[in-house]
């Protein structure tokens, strides 16, 4: 049962414009939502996070939004460059469980000149 | 970010031979650790849970007696993929969290680079 979902396995954006990466979730009980970045051949790479009390959080290029009615949470990159092109997880967690976290099924970026 | 290491990165077995899999925090203790498996264009599965001088904790449908999960130092866990099969192939990765900085801030997870499982 997937409970973090990504509906959009790939994206096109052109460099300078923004990149918004959409991630659903079922489950109610999350309450901590992480977005990671991914290059072929290695690992995860943390980006930016946001708590369920919270509804945004900005770091640099990188803003993620939250919608807890709707269960929808977005990840905006503006603006978008060359080195944004990987593919992007969406992943979530209950701060009980000691990071166990949820991922989506990731979504491809790719950032065209 | 701290660094994690994992070795193989890649290998090729036959199937029913065993393989493992190493995963170590190379300049932080890690008190936690966990392994994922990943199919192509899947997300990434949370297998099980790993903490130093435990058992691991597995997660649903898992099977714990295949995939062996040991612990031993804050440093390094291992998989080992017991009488591999076609079906475990896979992209195998582990995260390693530090346990006195694990409560202030859940990005405190740092992953390795994955191990490419193949059985022939």
């Known amino acids: 049962d997937q409970q973090v979902k990504q509906n959009s396995p790939s994206l096109s954006v052109q460099e300078g414009r923004i990149s918004i990466l959409n991630c659903d979730y079922t489950?109610?009980?999350?309450?901590?939502f992480l977005w990671y970045k991914k290059y072929p051949a290695e690992g995860p790479t943390f980006l930016i996070s946001?708590?369920?009390?919270?509804d945004k959080n900005e770091d640099g290029r990188f803003t993620v939004f939250l919608n807890k009615s709707a269960k929808h949470l977005s990840l905006h990159i503006v603006p978008s460059q060359p080195g944004d092109s990987a593919v992007y997880f969406c992943?979530?967690?209950?701060?009980?469980?000691?990071?166990?976290?949820?991922f989506g099924a990731g979504t491809q970026v790719v950032v065209t000149p | 970010g701290a660094v994690v290491s994992q070795h193989p990165s890649r290998v090729i077995c036959k199937s029913g031979t065993s393989v493992k899999i190493e995963c170590r925090s190379l300049?932080?203790?890690?008190?936690?650790m966990f392994w994922y498996r990943q199919f192509p264009k899947q997300s990434l599965m949370l297998m099980a849970t790993?903490?130093?001088?435990?058992?691991?904790?597995?997660e649903q449908g898992v099977e714990k007696d295949k995939f062996l999960i040991n612990h031993a130092s804050l440093t390094l866990s291992t998989l080992t993929v017991t009488s591999a099969h076609p079906e475990d192939s896979s992209f195998y990765i582990c995260?390693?969290?530090?346990?006195?900085?694990?409560?202030?801030?859940?990005?405190?997870?740092?992953f390795g680079p994955g191990t490419r499982l193949t059985v022939l």
């Open positions: 992943a979530a967690m209950t701060t009980d469980s000691w990071g166990k976290l949820q």
């Open positions: 300049d932080f203790q890690a008190t936690t």
């Open positions: 790993s903490n130093e001088g435990s058992k691991a904790t597995y």
């Open positions: 489950n109610s009980m999350f309450d901590y």
């Open positions: 995260s390693a969290s530090g346990g006195l900085r694990r409560a202030l801030s859940y990005n405190e997870q740092f």
């Open positions: 946001i708590s369920s009390i919270k």
